[in-house]
């Protein structure tokens, strides 16, 4: 499936009428130099059905068109769009944060397509579950030339049907920072997303999680094509998991810390082995453990990578 057949779908009509009453959802699009794929973004965002939003975007100080492509969408279909000098992703979701007025919100980048009905979805999951604070659904990747993957990534399906902090924490269950769907209210009493970090979804999603428990997770909502390139962050895996082990330090006095170190080296170490095998060589010394989780994945440094699963 490519993404040409949601271009051609959202072509064929923006929803109006939900975003004329007072919205349940706020949906904050950050936009940084996406100049090729922010106007499917949106429309994808705008073609939406069966729930009250608003779309709020923001452009953290593109260099590339995307300013103008944006202030021309958000003139003929009147949703707030918000133009300044880089401050950087956690500074412009913050700012977002602040304009929201729905009662749940989810973010999204410029770059992926949001599926038909997801905010009806995920919506209608947390008025029906009102002690949740958040719910979680799956994603489907999708290649820089849009084509998207038939099946859910099937790493997100650890986590149903809900995710406990302790889980979380440990590195055994991930959640994907683009299928999300949060309780303002509660995210803002938690102090949003936390300047410390250049990650913005896994401290905060620790955070609800540490305050206020486990959290549902949805096996059919898928919430995000996910467009995967070479500038994700994810391709720097050095980088990555050296700020997981910064931001597991909140909870140093937790019991479980001392095991999630260990945990997260052990990750650190299996991507490094499967994608780079002389960098997981060089860091050896400083990722390697006796505990199951590393000796697990030791032989991965030596197993070739075509023969290797992800």
């Known amino acids: 499936m490519t993404e040409n057949v949601y271009v051609k779908a959202f072509a064929q009509g923006v929803e109006t009428e939900q975003r004329e009453l007072p919205p349940?959802?706020?949906?904050?699009?950050?936009?940084y130099n996406h100049e090729k794929y922010v106007e499917v973004a949106v429309r994808s965002i705008l073609s939406q059905k069966g729930?009250?939003?608003?779309?709020?975007?923001?452009?953290?100080?593109?260099?590339?068109?995307?300013?103008e492509i944006?202030?021309?969408?958000?003139?003929e279909f009147k949703f707030r769009f918000i133009h300044r000098e880089n401050r950087g992703v956690i500074a412009t979701l913050n700012e977002l944060l602040e304009h929201a007025r729905g009662k749940y919100f989810c973010t999204f980048a410029?770059?992926?397509?949001?599926?038909?009905?997801?905010?009806?979805?995920?919506?209608?999951?947390?008025?029906?579950?009102?002690?949740?604070v958040a719910c979680f659904g799956q994603v489907k990747p999708m290649s820089e030339d849009g084509v998207v993957a038939e099946q859910v990534d099937p790493a997100y399906l650890k986590a149903v049907p809900e995710i406990h902090f302790e889980e979380f924490l440990l590195g055994l269950k991930p959640l994907h920072g683009c299928a999300e769907m949060l309780s303002v209210e509660a995210v803002r009493r938690v102090g949003g997303y936390d300047s410390r970090f250049f990650f913005e979804d896994y401290p905060l999603f620790l955070k609800l999680l540490y305050e206020y428990g486990p959290q549902p997770v949805t096996p059919d909502v898928v919430c995000c094509h996910y467009r995967t390139h070479g500038n994700n962050l994810h391709a720097n895996h050095n980088r990555m998991y050296a700020e997981f082990l910064r931001i597991i330090e909140l909870y140093k006095d937790h019991k479980l810390y001392p095991q999630a170190v260990k945990n997260w080296k052990a990750n650190w170490f299996s991507m490094l082995a499967y994608a780079q095998k002389g960098e997981a060589l060089r860091r050896l010394p400083q990722l390697a453990s006796f505990s199951p989780a590393f000796l697990k994945r030791l032989p991965k440094l030596f197993i070739p990578k075509f023969l290797l699963k992800r």
Request: hydrophobic residues 40%.
């Open 70 to 75: 944006l202030k021309k969408l958000s003139e």
């Open 110 to 132: 410029s770059d992926d397509i949001m599926p038909p009905d997801r905010l009806r979805k995920q919506s209608e999951f947390l008025q029906a579950h009102p002690n949740a």
């Open 24 to 31: 349940v959802v706020s949906v904050l699009l950050t936009s």
């Open 51 to 67: 729930v009250a939003f608003e779309l709020i975007a923001l452009d953290d100080g593109s260099k590339d068109s995307s300013p």
